[in-house]
């Protein structure tokens, strides 16, 4: 089946830093979209992508949607607290539609140091 | 949050013993979903259904059934526990688009 491959695996950085973690893929997808797990919760969608080359915003996180359809990447700015958890960037191959089900990196553990 | 409910939020059971998960919806979606999520695997698609009655296989379904009767619930059955089957449990539904997923709460099964 398809792969992704989510990078870092973790990260371990100071509050106020910025974050960057990408996903690539041998396979091209329609469809990305980034989630935040939280201990013991399920995942939160953050930001969905559904054209290549889209940048899309949501107040102190960016993702952007590849070219190639093959990667994505999502950027946390000023970093606080509240962002530690785990990041997956999943993919799926409708437009439109995740009729099938996602394919999922294994996920970015950020760790903030106060 | 999207209107997502899973029982048992928690389970322990015996090897070789049925389980049936389910999930609740309140959304009125059609797409619902069934993962599980496994460290250094993160999250598999096991099966999902696009309408009553309608299911399909996903990436890790051996050793797992499911149905749907009704919109509002899809039931995860493993007819035969194995250790194995050891996980956490993700019901997910589609956006109003279906062009997203929402996520459950999760069940976290152990077989011993």
């Known amino acids: 089946g398809q792969q992704l491959n989510q990078s870092p695996q973790s990260m371990f950085i100071q509050e106020g830093e910025d974050v960057s973690m990408n996903c690539t893929s041998s396979?091209?997808?329609?469809?990305w979209l980034w989630y935040k797990q939280d201990p013991g919760e399920g995942p939160v969608l953050l930001i969905a992508?559904?054209?290549?080359?889209e940048l899309t915003s949501n107040g102190r996180l960016t993702a952007q949607f590849g070219i190639t359809r093959k990667d994505s990447f999502l950027n946390i700015s000023a970093s606080i607290p509240s962002d530690v958890g785990i990041y997956f960037c999943a993919g799926s191959m409708y437009s439109g539609g995740g009729a099938d089900g996602l394919t999922f990196g294994k996920g970015t553990h950020l760790i903030i140091q106060p | 949050d999207a209107g997502i409910t899973q029982s048992p939020r928690h389970k322990v059971t015996e090897t070789g013993t049925p389980v049936t998960l389910r999930c609740h919806q309140t959304e009125n979606h059609r797409y619902m979903y069934w993962y599980r999520q496994d460290p250094g695997h993160g999250l598999r698609l096991i099966h999902y259904s696009y309408g009553v009655k309608d299911t399909d296989k996903g990436e890790v379904s051996d050793g797992y059934s499911v149905s749907r009767s009704k919109t509002e619930d899809f039931l995860l059955t493993l007819e035969s526990a194995t250790s194995s089957q050891t996980s956490v449990y993700f019901c997910a539904i589609s956006g109003p688009s279906g062009d997203t997923q929402y996520f459950g709460p999760g069940t976290r099964l152990t077989v011993l």
């Open positions: 992508l559904y054209k290549a080359g």
């Open positions: 396979s091209i997808f329609n469809t």
